[in-house]
């Protein structure tokens, strides 16, 4: 018995001890909250509690990124980045037919398998972008004398590649990007306006329909944000689409913005679309910055991002806002538009903006 007494006391320290140890645990831990409860702002606090994924969940809208395929099969940072913000994809260049078809019967699937892959993996939306397109074609197309039989033929195997080999897998699609000139209200005269004629859009919409019925069909354009003849030229466009039954389901407003111009009355010209029933989507979005990007146009930079995804919160039917790239070590800016950076949620480095935080402020907002 002499030995029992102590092996008791002993349990009985330890217990307390336990106990203790749990206690203090628990101050920590409760101490810890409310400090974090206090020194983070509301959004933060919500981010760190909710990741944007859910957010956007929450509003059942979309958020999504333009990839590129070296990097989404490279780098673990920007594979995170992708996986931790973002719900969909969209092929920055792969889907497109000098990268896709870059001679005729030649498909290149490396590309394009690797961004739906990656994205199925991971439980992200692909939307397809895109079929039709003045820009990024190869020579074979863009120098062919084709006569319209021959065009009307290129057009269907290139689709029939596409929505088919994604049948079920890419659900919505960029069948027609960019069908009116820069700054104009007028029909872009690109090669297949020029040989098929202005009908090519009621045509691809059509066959891209016959292809994969389920597949919602867009059109994609930019400087459509802010009203104007262009603005109006594509809503004669659609509504004339729309009369005569042609499958077309819904708009990508490219929002590729200037800091300081982002339109105030987005929702307004995105809300006349779904008016007509059709989705809408803000499928580019970027604000670039002249350089260099100072403290106080970055802390603006936030206002616009917030503005233009509660803009898409306003609008019935706007089903995602995208973001053109992951980071501003890959965006498309500098090149494109020498003078300009700094245009996405994340730096070079991929640290999060407060860009980033627009986005989670007009998210955090209750549905
Ligand atoms: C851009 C890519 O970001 C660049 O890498 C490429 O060199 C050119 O195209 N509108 C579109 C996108 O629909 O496909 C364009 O992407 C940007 C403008």
């Known amino acids: 018995m002499r030995g029992a007494a102590p092996v008791r006391w002993h349990a009985l320290t330890r217990g307390r001890e336990v106990l203790l140890t749990a206690g203090a645990l628990c101050a920590?831990?409760?101490?810890?909250?409310?400090?974090?409860?206090?020194?983070?702002?509301?959004?933060?606090?919500?981010?760190?509690?909710?990741?944007?994924?859910?957010?956007?969940?929450?509003?059942e809208i979309g958020l999504g990124v333009a990839v590129a395929v070296d990097p989404l099969t490279h780098d673990p940072d920007y594979q995170s980045v992708v996986t931790d913000n973002y719900t969909s994809v969209t092929a920055e260049n792969a889907m497109k037919w000098e990268?896709?078809?870059?001679?005729?019967?030649?498909?290149?699937?490396?590309?394009?398998?690797?961004?739906?892959?990656?994205?199925?993996?991971?439980?992200?939306?692909?939307?397809?972008?895109?079929?039709?397109?003045?820009?990024?074609?190869?020579?074979w197309l863009a120098r062919g004398d084709w006569d319209t039989g021959e065009l009307r033929e290129v057009m269907r195997e290139h689709m029939e590649a596409l929505l088919g080999r994604y049948q079920g897998r890419i659900t919505s699609w960029d069948v027609i990007n960019e069908p009116f000139e820069?700054?104009?209200?007028?029909?872009?005269?690109?090669?297949?306006?020029?040989?098929?004629?202005?009908?090519?859009?009621?045509?691809?919409?059509?066959?891209?329909?016959?292809?994969?019925?389920?597949?919602?069909?867009?059109?994609?354009?930019?400087?459509?944000?802010?009203?104007?003849?262009?603005?109006?030229a594509m809503y004669s466009l659609?509504?004339?689409?729309?009369?005569?039954?042609?499958?077309?389901?819904?708009?990508?407003?490219?929002?590729?913005?200037?800091?300081?111009?982002?339109?105030?009355d987005l929702a307004e010209h995105m809300?006349?679309?779904?008016?007509?029933?059709?989705?809408?989507?803000?499928?580019?979005?970027?604000v670039r910055i002249p350089e260099p990007p100072r403290e106080q146009a970055l802390r603006q930079q936030e206002q616009e991002y917030q503005h233009v995804v509660q803009a898409c919160l306003e609008?019935?039917?706007?089903?995602?806002?995208?973001?053109?790239?992951?980071?501003?070590?890959?965006?498309?800016?500098?090149?494109?538009?020498?003078?300009?950076?700094?245009?996405?949620?994340?730096?070079?480095?991929?640290?999060?903006?407060?860009?980033?935080?627009?986005?989670?402020?007009?998210l955090s907002r209750r549905p």
């Open 271 to 286: 809300r006349r679309f779904s008016d007509l029933g059709l989705e809408v989507t803000v499928s580019e979005l970027d």
């Open 99 to 139: 990268h896709v078809q870059p001679e005729r019967y030649q498909f290149d699937w490396n590309g394009p398998d690797a961004v739906v892959d990656f994205a199925e993996h991971h439980g992200l939306d692909v939307h397809g972008h895109t079929l039709l397109w003045h820009n990024q074609q190869p020579s």
């Open 28 to 59: 920590v831990i409760l101490v810890v909250t409310a400090i974090l409860a206090v020194a983070l702002p509301q959004p933060e606090r919500e981010e760190a509690e909710r990741g944007l994924p859910q957010l956007a969940g929450a509003h």
């Open 238 to 264: 659609v509504t004339d689409l729309l009369d005569r039954g042609v499958p077309l389901h819904g708009i990508g407003f490219q929002g590729h913005f200037v800091h300081g111009n982002v339109p105030r």
């Open 315 to 362: 609008v019935p039917r706007c089903m995602s806002v995208s973001v053109w790239g992951v980071s501003d070590q890959h965006s498309w800016i500098p090149e494109w538009f020498p003078g300009y950076t700094a245009a996405l949620p994340f730096d070079e480095d991929y640290e999060p903006k407060p860009a980033l935080d627009g986005m989670v402020e007009a």
């Open 182 to 232: 820069d700054h104009g209200p007028r029909p872009r005269e690109n090669l297949w306006y020029q040989v098929l004629g202005e009908d090519y859009i009621a045509e691809a919409l059509s066959m891209a329909h016959e292809i994969d019925p389920a597949a919602k069909l867009y059109i994609n354009e930019f400087g459509i944000e802010g009203g104007g003849a262009k603005t109006d």
